[in-house]
């Protein structure tokens, strides 16, 4: 059982940056990929980035691509995103979800958010025009 906590969601104008932080409680932290989703107002949630369990596979939605970074420190069990250049259509909540692999072999990310096992309770985050 993993329990993720998201945290610095907030307030920022077009063109700024923030760094939301996801930390995970449990076991085997290294065993799960991670994934950031968001949901807007009157939209469905939808996918914005994933790493695997090393760091060193990474994906993301066109929409973020160039702008967004997805890292992970697995000593401190934590994931990140690294918002730069901000836009008002990227405000929304932002989640974090978890899935597990009883293995740490070669697999696909997925963006499709049944295939993950866990998920935070979301972080704001609001750009401003």
């Known amino acids: 059982q993993v329990q993720l906590v998201e945290s610095g969601g907030g307030l920022v104008q077009a063109g700024g940056s923030l760094r939301l932080s996801c930390a995970a409680s449990g076991r085997f932290f290294g065993n799960y990929a991670m994934s950031w989703f968001r949901q807007a107002p009157g939209k469905e949630r939808e996918f914005v980035a994933a790493?695997?369990?090393?760091?060193?596979?990474?994906d993301y939605a066109d929409s973020v691509k160039g702008r967004f970074t997805i890292t992970r420190d697995n000593s401190e069990r934590t994931v990140y995103l690294q918002m730069n250049s901000l836009k008002p259509e990227d405000t929304a909540i932002y989640y974090c979800?978890?899935?597990?692999?009883?293995?740490?072999?070669?697999?696909?990310?997925?963006?499709?958010?049944?295939?993950?096992?866990?998920w935070g309770q979301g972080t704001q985050v609001t750009v401003s025009s």
């Open positions: 979800a978890a899935r597990y692999y009883s293995s740490r072999t070669i697999y696909t990310l997925s963006r499709t958010r049944p295939d993950y096992d866990y």
């Open positions: 790493i695997n369990w090393s760091g060193g596979s990474t």
